[in-house]
């Protein structure tokens, strides 16, 4: 089992910046992969971005060249920096990771943390 707790969600206008966390704990030595998704109302879930054990990271179209993910092996974190926030940017963003153990393949999900961006 793989516990996330995301934090960093809030309030920030256009063109800001912020900076998502996301902390697993657990069976962290099964993860290969951790990332981001997002979802706002009425719109289907999308990937923002993900970066896998080796260090290959891979964005959604819309948040290219915008975010940088990243991970602290030190405090099994992974952190999602967005920058030049737009009104469209506002979303649930949801913690995923990847583990792999015994053969079987699992997918893990935070609560998310809510990303609002004023115009």
């Known amino acids: 089992q793989v516990h996330l707790v995301e934090s960093g969600g809030g309030l920030v206008q256009a063109g800001g910046s912020l900076q998502l966390s996301c902390t697993a704990s657990?069976?962290?030595?099964?993860?290969?992969?951790m990332g981001w998704y997002r979802q706002a109302p009425g719109k289907r879930r999308e990937l923002v971005a993900e970066?896998?054990?080796?260090?290959?990271?891979n964005y959604g179209d819309s948040v290219k060249g915008r975010s940088t993910i990243a991970f602290d092996n030190a405090k099994n974190t992974v952190y999602l920096q967005m920058d030049s926030l737009k009104p469209e940017d506002t979303a649930a963003y949801y913690c995923?990771?990847?583990?792999?153990?015994?053969?079987?393949?699992?997918?893990?999900w935070g609560k998310g943390t809510l990303v609002t961006v004023s115009s």
């Open positions: 995923y990771a990847y583990a792999y153990s015994r053969g079987v393949g699992t997918q893990y």
């Open positions: 657990g069976s962290i030595g099964d993860i290969y992969a």
């Open positions: 970066i896998g054990s080796g260090g290959d990271t």
